[in-house]
């Protein structure tokens, strides 16, 4: 998948999860008498929405390099996660109001009004924060959690602005709301894949085979190469290509490539690699399948 | 009768001074019974405070029940609250604590709007005079030293005065010597300032005042009807242009601040709407025709204000940000007393009116489906046929393909090469041909001068799926499908095979030889 069509699925990835969550959203605000406080309806709606928007960003790099039990299992944990970030994120919001509610706002009309709009804006952004962490902490990459706070900080800023502004000037109106969410997950995935690009040590992009033509980012200290679905690059349907084949080393901005089996067929233009970090433009073969590593987009 | 017999005139000014005292003992008297009559139920919710709302789930109503006759250090009587989403669906609600006279405690805060219109320069009939002390500015400045001198050290007081101009004298949560100095400073207006600008000084005076925190009360005095400037003249005010406030923009932001409003019409002209905006806001409105009942207002309003009580309950969670509240309980004599009043509470998230409807759970439905639609299909697909394509071609030709065919391929710049590749200047009109052996399924890429396969540079190589091929800067990708390469691979062994078993067999026999 070249990095344009990745952004767009992305982008995709954020509308859906907005398309999701306003039913939900829509029918929990509706038993807002249900619940015996402010802070327990907030937390059910920021656990929804980090719940709904966890589970399609989770299953995003899943999709991405053609795994489903990769897209399953991310599904789950973004799914697990998000419902912490949304229940950390509103917490903070409420510590937030609670701190600093009555220094900056006098007026019962400000705190309940104005007040109240941002500490919301301060927790939508900040579990659009969590949210864009979710790649990160699941492929446990230092890089992606870097990626997820830039990514996160941008968009949650903006789309916790976003969100929290259209409840603010159209209270009550249902169609604000998906615009609002819309705003939210757009504005999160986008950030996250400008910024996705900006912290990689380049790319891998497959020249042949089922998955021609996608483009793996280097972005984890440690990238595993292989058929298995719990590699980071998974290669099913390519001859020769092992279980757990290679591994890529991000060391020093360096790249570096190594068999992870006796005799798999690892080579880099034609020759076993041999501690060489990768330079632009070099050719990796992996089993029968063949990459071109440089920096793209 | 007995009254009378108290007064022994020693002389005018002493009998003067014993009919003002008559006059204003009979005045409290009827303002406490029109107390009574005003709330039917013998109770009011004079102010709802949500300061505690969104942290501690807490509302206080601060409540005025002249009818219960409470004394200070006694039992507070038992309560119950309702909150409704409609005023008409009620929902019972617990009762945290009740207070007795919780502002006697905490203090009360006063905010003094005094109208210095032309006006208040006359005598109480309106009539022009040289007497400063007839002058009815001279009997609210009067009155209000008493009001301001009766104060307790807790208590905090805000003092503005307006005309046309609105002149904020003594910021809200100062002390009462502040607000007497400014009385002293108060001048006559000249014409064009003598307007009474009431509502927009009321708005401007609520939001000075809003931010004060606990108690909060504003006592407006106006002797005469809204009358505007702007409105009046046709030209802008000086101070606030065209703008204007109605009496329910003055209700809204009271109500929304917790501030209980208080007017005091004095004199004959009288705004025919103020009363109702001190109603709505939790306060009432009095007449006082005289600096002496001026004061015995004032004096009623503080008491009043000094007897509520409080009770804080555990509010609810009724959607939209207008909540009723009601309030009961019952007077020693058994009688119900009970005061229902709207506030405004915060929203999270905005609110929604209606259930999400099916329509839109088939959103969820459809999100979901799109995501199994992308998670099971994928965008990329492998080549059946062998070919290369531009790795950086120029804008878009690198997605095209250009597929082999025949037992041989010439790659170059001339036009009627087999594949023609324009644009680069020092590729060759014909730069590298890729041969086909049919019978092996082999393809080998030949050039005169030498081309790099995999950055190694090469005259003759034999090229596999993947292999990248530079022509003097053009680069290319071979590709041939995997799945199809290793089926030709295995027909091309097995046909291999079946031509060499009839050879192997006499080698066998002559091996067994």
């Known amino acids: 998948m070249s990095l344009t069509l990745k952004r767009v699925f992305m982008a995709l990835f954020g509308l859906l999860g907005a398309l999701a969550l306003w039913p939900c959203l829509l029918a929990l605000q509706y038993r807002q008498q249900a619940f015996p406080g402010y802070l327990l309806f907030s937390l059910a709606q920021g656990v929804t929405l980090g719940l709904v928007f966890g589970a399609f960003f989770g299953s995003f790099e899943g999709v991405v390099v053609s795994s489903r039990p990769k897209a399953f299992k991310g599904l789950l944990f973004g799914a697990g996660f998000g419902a912490l970030s949304g229940a950390a994120g509103v917490m903070a919001g409420q510590l937030f109001l609670f701190a600093a509610g009555s220094a900056l706002w006098h007026t019962e009309s400000a705190r309940n009004g104005v007040g109240l709009a941002i500490a919301s804006g301060v927790a939508w952004t900040i579990v659009g924060l969590f949210l864009a962490l979710t790649e990160g902490f699941r492929a446990r990459s230092a890089r992606k959690i870097l990626v997820g706070l830039a990514g996160g900080v941008a968009g949650g800023l903006a789309g916790g602005a976003a969100l929290s502004a259209v409840s603010w000037f159209f209270p009550g109106n249902p169609l604000a709301l998906l615009a609002g969410l819309a705003a939210f997950g757009l504005s999160i995935s986008l950030a996250w894949s400008l910024f996705e690009n900006r912290f990689s040590s380049g790319a891998l992009m497959l020249l042949n085979g089922p998955f021609k033509g996608k483009e793996y980012h280097v972005l984890s200290r440690r990238m595993k190469i292989g058929s298995g679905s719990g590699c980071d690059i998974v290669l099913k349907g390519y001859p020769e290509v092992e279980e757990l084949h290679a591994t890529l080393r991000l060391s020093g901005g360096k790249v570096l490539v190594e068999a992870e089996k006796a005799g798999a067929r690892l080579l880099v233009n034609d020759e076993p690699p041999a501690g060489r970090s990768l330079k632009p433009e070099d050719v990796l073969a992996v089993g029968k399948a063949k990459f071109i590593y440089g920096y793209f987009g | ?513």
């Open chain 2, 1 to 513: 009768m007995s009254r009378a017999a108290a007064i022994r005139p020693a002389n005018r000014a002493g009998r003067e001074e014993a009919v003002k005292m008559i006059k204003l003992a009979f005045m409290t008297a009827l303002l406490a019974l029109a107390t009574v009559a005003a709330g039917a139920q013998g109770m009011s919710i004079t102010q709802i405070g949500t300061e505690r709302l969104l942290s501690f789930q807490e509302t206080r109503l601060y409540v005025s029940a002249p009818l219960l006759g409470l004394q200070p250090g006694g039992e507070p009587p038992l309560f119950e609250v309702w909150e409704s989403a409609d005023g008409e669906e009620w929902e019972s609600r617990p009762v945290n604590a009740v207070s007795l006279q919780p502002n006697a405690d905490a203090g009360i805060s006063f905010f003094l709007l005094l109208d210095n219109s032309g006006s208040m320069w006359t005598d109480l009939d309106g009539n022009d005079t040289a007497d400063v002390a007839a002058m009815r500015v001279e009997g609210a400045k009067a009155a209000a030293r008493s009001f301001l001198s009766a104060l307790s050290p807790r208590d905090r007081v805000g003092l503005a005065v307006f005309n046309t101009r609105y002149w904020s004298a003594v910021a809200p949560g100062g002390s009462p010597e502040d607000a007497v100095r400014a009385l002293d400073e108060l001048s006559r207006p000249v014409s064009e300032d003598a307007y009474t600008e009431l509502y927009l000084s009321m708005a401007r005076g609520l939001s000075e005042f809003a931010a004060e925190p606990g108690r909060r009360v504003l006592i407006v005095l106006s002797d005469g009807e809204n009358y505007p400037y702007a409105l009046k003249t046709g030209k802008p005010n000086p101070e606030t242009g065209t703008a204007s406030a109605a009496p329910s923009d003055i209700i809204d932001r009271a109500v929304r601040d917790g501030v209980t409003v208080y007017a005091v019409r004095f004199g004959s002209q009288r705004d025919p709407l103020i009363a109702g905006v001190a109603g709505e806001s939790g306060g009432r409105a009095f007449d006082a025709m005289d600096g002496g009942q001026l004061a015995g207002v004032y004096e009623t309003i503080r008491r009043d204000v000094l007897a509520e009580l409080s009770v804080d309950y555990r509010a609810g969670m009724s959607r939209g940000e207008k909540r009723w509240v009601r309030v009961a309980t019952a007077a020693a004599d058994g009688r119900k007393l009970s005061a229902t009043r709207y506030y405004y509470a915060g929203t999270v998230l905005g609110q929604s009116a209606s259930d999400a409807e099916a329509w839109q759970w088939l959103l969820l439905a459809a999100a979901a489906l799109l995501w199994l639609v992308l998670v099971l299909f994928k965008l990329e697909r492998e080549t059946d046929r062998a070919g290369v394509r531009l790795l950086y071609g120029p804008g878009g030709q690198s997605t095209r393909f250009f597929e082999l065919s025949g037992a041989q391929t010439v790659i170059g710049a001339a036009p009627d090469a087999d594949i023609s590749i324009a644009g680069n200047p020092s590729l060759k009109a014909s730069h590298a041909t890729i041969l086909f052996d049919e019978e092996k399924h082999v393809f080998t890429v030949v050039s005169d001068s030498p081309v790099t396969v995999n950055n190694h540079p090469v005259t003759r190589k034999r090229l596999e799926s993947g292999d990248v091929i530079n022509m003097a800067g053009t680069v290319v990708v071979f590709d041939e499908s995997l799945l199809a390469k290793a089926t030709e691979a295995r027909k091309a062994k097995a046909a291999r095979a079946g031509k060499a078993k009839p050879a192997a067999k006499p080698m066998r026999k002559r091996s067994g030889k």
